[in-house]
């Protein structure tokens, strides 16, 4: 039960941060498209969204560790 745990949470984390960083990069390069003159705003903007959302996987691979080997 350990072992699926660990995988459910691993891959789920991986899923939701694939979709979740999908959804910010469509959607500034919708707006860099519609106001090109904040385009540099919106790309520090995104990159802050998708730093935060990428921390949510590594957490996620931290806690299955926990959860396979504690």
């Known amino acids: 039960m350990k072992d699926i745990a660990a995988a459910l949470a691993a891959g789920l984390a991986a899923l939701g941060a694939g979709i979740g960083n999908g959804l910010v990069i469509s959607k500034t390069l919708e707006g860099m498209a519609r ?8 790309r520090g903007t995104m990159f802050i969204g998708v730093g935060l959302i ?17």
């Open 35 to 42: 106001q090109p003159e904040v385009s540099g705003q919106l």
């Open 54 to 70: 990428e921390a949510v996987p590594i957490i996620a691979i931290a806690i299955s560790f926990v959860i396979l080997f504690v």
